[in-house]
């Protein structure tokens, strides 16, 4: 199961009509992107991916990963769009420097 084009990223951030429904006061301080789509990482997993310094807060990297789907859920009710669901638990993953010019294969496999 992949997108169209595996080789596009596609950008998760809300949409802004997402926050014109809501209260001003709550639109500014709102996320840019949907809950869940955030990685936490801590000592053990950075000293797996063989990171020694830490990156610059805002600074761009590259993650691949592969998951294994956790659940499948689809709801329909009368006169709405379907809502759909889709849990993925990362079962393997390597992190590396945004390296523009470089295809993702030649990132992870050379050239």
Do not use: C
Request: net charge negative; glycine share 8%.
């Amino acid at each position: 199961m992949a997108h169209e084009h595996e080789s596009e990223m596609v950008n998760m951030a809300l949409p802004p009509e997402r926050k014109k429904e809501m209260p001003e006061s709550l639109a500014a301080e709102s996320p840019r992107y949907p809950y869940g789509l955030r990685i936490s990482l801590d000592n053990d997993s950075l000293e797996k991916l063989g990171m020694e310094g830490m990156p610059e807060v805002g600074s761009k990297s590259l993650l691949y990963a592969e998951v294994e789907v956790t659940h499948v859920s689809q709801d329909e009710m009368a006169g709405e769009k379907p809502r759909k669901s889709l849990g993925l638990q990362i079962t393997r993953m390597t992190l590396m420097s945004n390296n523009p010019g470089k295809t993702p294969e030649e990132a992870l496999y050379g050239s």
